[in-house]
């Protein structure tokens, strides 16, 4: 099993930033990459950016140039760090890993969320 505990979220003023930071534990091996995602009332649950083993990123369109994520391989954690954060990044932010499975190919774990509200 893979636990997910995600830290960070919060109210900001339109403009501010916050980093999400999410700490994995667990059977966190064959791990294909972490990522997060975001979830707005009344909207699906849609991609922010994600980092695979290798390195590489994936952002939305709507973060580019914003946000940015990273990891700490020694620490299993992954960060989102958001900048100039505008009122429609409001949302339940999740965290999430995808691991290779022998049996069920690549499954994903989620975390608790965390709630993010861009307001003044």
């Known amino acids: 099993q893979v636990q997910l505990v995600e830290s960070g979220g919060g109210l900001v003023q339109p403009g501010g930033s916050l980093r999400l930071s999410c700490a994995a534990s667990?059977?966190?091996?064959?791990?294909?990459?972490m990522g997060w995602y975001r979830q707005a009332p009344g909207k699906q649950r849609e991609l922010v950016a994600f980092?695979?083993?290798?390195?590489?990123?994936t952002y939305a369109d709507s973060v580019k140039g914003r946000f940015t994520i990273s990891r700490d391989n020694a620490k299993n954690t992954v960060y989102l760090q958001m900048s100039t954060l505008k009122p429609e990044d409001t949302a339940v932010y999740y965290c999430?890993?995808?691991?290779?499975?022998?049996?069920?190919?690549?499954?994903?774990?989620w975390g608790q969320g965390t709630q993010v509200t861009v307001s003044s």
């Open positions: 980092i695979t083993g290798g390195g590489a990123t």
């Open positions: 667990g059977s966190i091996f064959n791990i294909n990459g």
């Open positions: 999430n890993l995808q691991k290779h499975t022998i049996y069920s190919g690549l499954v994903s774990y």
